[in-house]
């Protein structure tokens, strides 16, 4: 599909009116129907301020003409649900969620980084060995790791995980082991619903945001495990049966 398709198809899914359109993103009315005709292009500028009203990337508005690929896991970016976003909700179409949100880098030990991609690459025909040797080749040729003196923040989120997982510890949940490691994780994928004493059933995750988790065997045995989940706001501590099945709440705590 041509962009000027995309941006017809895009503000009618809106609602809105040329007029309208041209009044959020400051440009006129016959600049918009110009776009819609294919007479010309959006610039720079406002590609990103349509990226940002209508919650796509700007990739997306040009009719997907690149390849995205995250920049520090080496993810293929094929829907913008995996994009990263700024802390102002625009997008950064380098990063998938994963590796960067709200404006900070959530990896910065490779080692760290390739543990938790290969769980997610091993299959029968890709062995866990080829999985992190094929890692251990593409991370270093990604931006963010050869740039990674210029673009980290130095340690800050690092110790920012490791009070997170100290005030956690600190909380000594019986059944639970220590937690020695959180991972990143988007809301949509762990946005389990919890039914509470008074019969109301609620999520406390918002799909879009990325947090830190991780899952931990009750020591305990059994077939029910522990989620953690945290950041700057809270800590939720949960357990539930294979792939999030009967989740139950055990603690929900505001930092």
């Known amino acids: 599909m041509e962009t000027r398709e995309i941006l017809k198809k895009l503000r009618e899914e809106h609602a809105l009116s040329q ?3 041209a009044e959020r993103v400051m440009v006129t009315r016959q600049a918009v129907s110009r776009w819609e005709n294919g007479d010309t292009q959006p610039n720079t500028d406002t590609l990103k301020l349509l990226s940002k009203e209508f ?15 995250c920049q520090c896991c080496g993810m293929p970016l094929t829907e913008d ?29 490779m080692d760290d980084l390739i543990d938790v991609c290969v ?13 992190r040797a094929y890692m251990k080749e593409t991370l270093p040729k990604l931006d ?43 809301g949509k994928f762990i946005n389990l619903e919890y039914r509470l004493p008074s019969g109301m059933n609620v999520k406390f995750l918002d799909d879009e945001t990325t947090y830190l988790g991780n899952q ?11 989620g953690v989940l945290a950041n700057m706001d809270f800590i939720l501590v949960c357990t539930y049966r294979e792939d999030g099945a009967d989740p139950e709440l055990v603690l929900y705590k505001k930092r």
């Open 55 to 69: 919650n796509v990337s700007i990739n997306t508005l040009l009719g997907s003409p690149q390849q995205l690929v």
């Open 216 to 226: 931990l065997e009750s020591e305990f045995g059994g077939e029910r495990c522990f």
């Open 119 to 131: 769980k997610n690459m091993v299959s029968e025909n890709f062995s866990e060995a080829d999985a």
């Open 144 to 186: 963010y790791w050869k740039r990674y003196d210029e673009l980290s923040d130095g340690g800050k989120f690092d110790e920012f995980k490791k009070t997170l997982i100290e005030e956690i510890n600190d909380l000594h949940i019986e059944g639970m082991p220590k937690v020695d490691k959180l991972n990143s994780l988007v």
């Open 19 to 21: 007029d309208a359109l």
């Open 81 to 109: 649900e995996m994009i990263s976003k700024e802390k102002d909700g625009s997008f950064n179409e380098n990063y998938c969620k994963w590796c960067y949100a709200d404006g900070t880098y959530t990896y910065s030990n």
